[in-house]
């Protein structure tokens, strides 16, 4: 019975290069949440989705980041042109209807140099 | 403006020494209450979600309790397996009936 899957777990980038964040939710669940948490720091709210739609992006920055839920396949939080600011550690979570409790996967954890 | 605030930021604890985090929060119309524990390198783990003031929940260990203005994390005799930072957060629908609000733990630490 498999919880939710991040990867890769850790990841380093050099500023300017791409990051690729990848999230599997939980087996019958289709509501997929991202978050970010900066030491000592809560987590933040970035975006949710549902399979192949974008519901509420309204934590994520406009600029440089994106996400995606395809039909098939994991989730994407993706990072264009990372700068030191973007290292923290990305959370997904997964719910089976979008009110119900939230499932976390082990974090990726970012380190922009 | 929507607020949870968890106290104390850190507790130290003896192993078997019962204590108390607290969890409180300013939210319009609160739908739910989670209680999760987060262990180092690793993800939130859920324990407890409270619906409505007097509710309450226990899992070994651990009991949570709700009133309309702030939840209690009881911690039972903890053994040093109990470390951990323990993350509370609220879901408020006049937000969305999705979004939780986090807030930023409390670092517990049970010496042996």
């Known amino acids: 019975n498999a919880g939710v899957m991040q990867n890769p777990r850790h990841l380093v980038r050099r500023r300017g290069q791409e990051a690729r964040l990848r999230c599997s939710p939980m087996?019958?669940?289709?509501?997929v949440y991202w978050y970010r948490q900066l030491p000592e720091e809560g987590l933040k709210f970035m975006v949710y989705?549902?399979?192949?739609?974008?519901?509420?992006e309204s934590g994520m920055p406009k600029e440089r980041f994106s996400a995606e839920f395809p039909k098939e396949g994991p989730s994407i939080l993706r990072i264009q042109q990372v700068v030191r600011g973007d290292s923290a550690a990305y959370f997904c979570?997964?719910?089976?209807?979008?009110?119900?409790?939230?499932?976390f996967g082990p974090g990726t954890r970012l380190l922009v140099l | 403006e929507d607020q949870v605030t968890q106290s104390p930021e850190a507790l130290r604890l003896q192993e078997g020494e019962s204590s108390s985090l607290n969890c409180s929060y300013t939210?319009?119309?609160?739908?739910?209450l989670f209680w999760y524990r987060q262990d180092p390198g690793k993800g939130p783990e859920f324990l407890f979600t409270?619906?409505?003031?007097?509710e309450e929940k226990e899992k070994e260990r651990l009991k949570a309790t709700l009133t309309k203005k702030e939840s209690f994390l009881h911690i039972t005799a903890p053994k040093p397996e109990d470390s951990a930072t323990y993350l509370c957060?609220?879901?408020?629908?006049?937000?969305?009936?999705?979004?939780?609000?986090w807030g930023a733990g409390t670092k517990l630490i049970i010496k042996p």
């Open positions: 979570a997964s719910s089976q209807t979008p009110g119900e409790t939230q499932y």
């Open positions: 087996k019958g669940h289709s509501h």
């Open positions: 989705l549902q399979k192949e739609n974008i519901i509420d």
């Open positions: 939210v319009s119309g609160l739908r739910g």
């Open positions: 409270l619906y409505s003031a007097g």
């Open positions: 957060a609220v879901q408020a629908p006049l937000r969305s009936n999705y979004q939780l609000i």
